[in-house]
């Protein structure tokens, strides 16, 4: 019997381990460093409730990193505590990404059917290229809350088209009532015409980035957000696939249990450390497959001897071997314009409706982070700039450092102010002069961080592991969550780190 031993029991693992131990002769062990409860009816409600980010200081269910970064720590990982949504990647993204791995398995065509297979679309599923069958059930909101009525109001006046449906693999139609989706703005009798008017005279100029394209067409237009939702609750991966799964007897998942290092017999894994509480122990498999995160799983490769020379060296780490690990990563820098305004009358979802403008993505949130104050939300989707993560210390308790490399190109500068400067004048701000200095100052992230254990064939100088997740290098070790995409997402990457598990655990079931 082939014993796997997961690392990590977040989007990624949660995928992994159901759809490894459907095969009864395959024994699958998840070790999960936060909490996981015997049974869905025992997680806390406040984690089921879309409307509720469990991110804030009083959190215990997330890992803490300099820079304000937060991760997922609990049974589901950030896929059980994230705003639920669920866009599929487009396809030049996919495309680039099967250029840098050096293998077509991760193209558009490639994962398509695991996309009409993991879903269950709500609103679109008996569409072509959509699934109504799937284990993850998707709709988008129908009764939006003021704020991103206005929004969509806005985009329309603007001249933007509603896209119906995000997830569409072919032109989308305009939302006009005739695909019989609900649109905002056709509902906006009431709109101020006067603005209408003077928007048409005085376009803004929405800049295009060169190569961001999906399936075919531009990513240009608004529209509603799938949500991976159910009856009102947030159903990340571990309820849509780990906890279905847990009555296998070739299925075990202990939860309270942080991997320390993976141990090595030369170059080949032969099983882990863990520590739990005062407790500490070994674990051995035929396999070892880390889905800790971008952050953790880099960070165990390099405790574990599998890192830049100079850096192992330093840590006073034996050299296993010799990996560009944390040497190139990618996120979503945001800013957030706020201006008055009040919250929803009830909780909702964080994020309803997106404004795509190439490789610029509005987003206007439902809650008020600040008191009193609205946030419209800009990302800027395929950043130039590149981040590094590396260890100060070989002690696990120490978190690893992270330069996110933000905003170091004039090209990523110059695009993030005009996404600003397109924002506010989407809602008639005036925040200003937006010169370098109130970038930064005004910087965030969009906690998408990816790239830290990069895919690519052996001669590529930046790859960590190669195009099915397997280490370079190592025998028995792979690696198998967003720290391996080698390329920037222009959507939120829910959808492809349980897309990117499903097709992995498929190479390994053959």
């Given at each position: 019997m082939t014993r796997t031993l997961v690392v990590g029991a977040g989007s990624a693992g949660c995928v992994l381990a159901a759809r490894l131990s459907a095969d009864p002769g395959h024994e699958v062990l998840v070790l999960e460093a936060g909490p996981v409860w015997p049974t869905p009816a025992a997680i806390p409600a406040e984690l089921l409730d879309p409307g509720h980010l469990p991110v804030g200081p009083e959190s215990g269910v997330v890992w803490r990193y300099p820079g304000n970064l937060v991760r997922g720590k609990l049974i589901g990982g950030s896929g059980a505590i994230n705003g639920s949504y669920f866009i599929r990647p487009p396809a030049a993204d996919l495309a680039a990404w099967s250029t840098v791995a050096g293998s077509p398995r991760w193209s558009y065509d490639a994962l398509a059917p695991y996309f009409r297979e993991l879903e269950h679309d709500l609103d679109f599923g008996s569409d072509p290229g959509h699934g109504d069958h799937g284990p993850i059930p998707v709709q988008r909101t129908t009764d939006p809350t003021p704020f991103t009525a206005e929004f969509a109001e806005r985009c329309a006046a603007a001249g933007h088209t509603e896209i119906a449906d995000l997830n569409a693999t072919a032109e989308?139609?305009?939302?006009?009532?005739?695909s019989g989706t609900p649109s905002v703005a056709d509902d906006a009798a009431g709109a101020d015409n006067a603005a209408r008017a003077r928007r048409r005279e005085h376009p803004p100029a929405w800049p295009t980035?060169?190569?961001?394209?999906?399936?075919?067409?531009?990513?240009?237009?608004?529209?509603?957000?799938?949500?991976?939702?159910?009856?009102?609750q947030r159903r990340g991966p571990a309820l849509t696939h780990l906890y279905p799964a847990l009555d296998r007897p070739n299925l075990t998942v202990t939860g309270a249990t942080t991997?320390?290092?993976?141990?090595?017999?030369?170059?080949?894994a032969v099983g882990v450390e863990w520590a739990r509480g005062r407790e500490h122990?070994?674990?051995?498999a035929d396999r070892v497959i880390l889905c800790a995160g971008a952050i953790e799983s880099a960070a165990l490769l390099i405790r574990s001897g599998i890192g830049p020379q100079r850096q192992l060296r330093s840590l006073g780490l034996p050299v296993v071997h010799s990996a560009p690990v944390g040497s190139w990563c990618t996120d979503h820098p945001e800013i957030g314009l706020e201006f008055p305004g009040q919250p929803p009358a009830h909780p909702t979802v964080a994020l309803e409706y997106v404004l795509e403008l190439d490789d610029l993505e509005l987003r206007p949130y439902t809650p008020t982070f600040t008191p009193g104050l609205r946030r419209l939300g800009v990302a800027l989707m395929h950043p130039e700039s590149t981040g590094e993560l590396t260890l100060t210390s070989a002690d696990p308790s120490v978190p690893p450092r992270m330069d996110q490399g933000y905003l170091r190109t004039a090209h990523d500068r110059a695009r993030l102010r005009a996404g600003v400067e397109l924002a506010a004048d989407l809602f008639e701000l005036r925040p200003g002069t937006i010169d370098d200095d109130w970038l930064r100052e005004h910087?965030?992230?969009?906690?998408?961080?990816?790239?830290?254990?990069?895919?690519?064939?052996?001669?590529?100088?930046?790859?960590?592991?190669?195009?099915?997740?397997?280490?370079?290098?190592?025998?028995d070790l792979m690696v198998v969550d967003l720290s391996i995409v080698p390329v920037p997402l222009s959507r939120g990457p829910q959808v492809t780190v349980v897309t990117l598990a499903a097709a992995i655990a498929d190479l390994l079931a053959v």
């Open positions: 989308p139609a305009r939302a006009d009532g005739r980035a060169a190569g961001a394209r999906s399936s075919g067409r531009s990513l240009v237009g608004f529209g509603r957000v799938p949500l991976a939702l159910s009856r009102g991997v320390t290092r993976v141990l090595l017999r030369g170059t080949r122990g070994t674990t051995h910087l965030g992230t969009s906690q998408h961080l990816s790239g830290t254990c990069r895919m690519g064939p052996p001669d590529d100088p930046r790859a960590v592991v190669d195009e099915q997740g397997r280490t370079h290098g190592i025998d």
